[in-house]
């Protein structure tokens, strides 16, 4: 099984720049060990679980509200037996069907 979450956090009443607490959350994500992506507007994490990578999202997004009076986050679940390395395989079909 493969389950794919993106998500963002967004630490509000902390001032414009957030990037120092999106940075730690990102962090957390890294440390976990499962594979994982962040681009401009979300972190993508990658597991055999549901529970596995919940708990990694979970833990990015306390770092945060541990550091700003509330935040705001979007998930984005996308959960598919029998497949795994879907992190980067999504992409490459894409990149297929670009150079066609």
Known sequence: ???LV???VTPLGTGEDVGA???EAVRVVR???LPNRTDAM???VEGETWE?????VQAAVSVV???APRTSTVIKVDWREGAAGRLDEK???VERYLAD
């Not at 596995?52 to 990694?56: F, L, P, R, T």
């Open 1 to 3: 099984m493969s389950v």
């Open 6 to 8: 993106a998500f963002s």
């Open 21 to 23: 607490l999106v940075a």
């Open 31 to 33: 440390e976990s060990g």
């Open 42 to 44: 979300f972190t993508t």
């Open 52 to 56: 596995e990578v919940m708990a990694v």
């Open 65 to 67: 509200q541990a550091r």
């Open 91 to 93: 992409v490459a079909s």
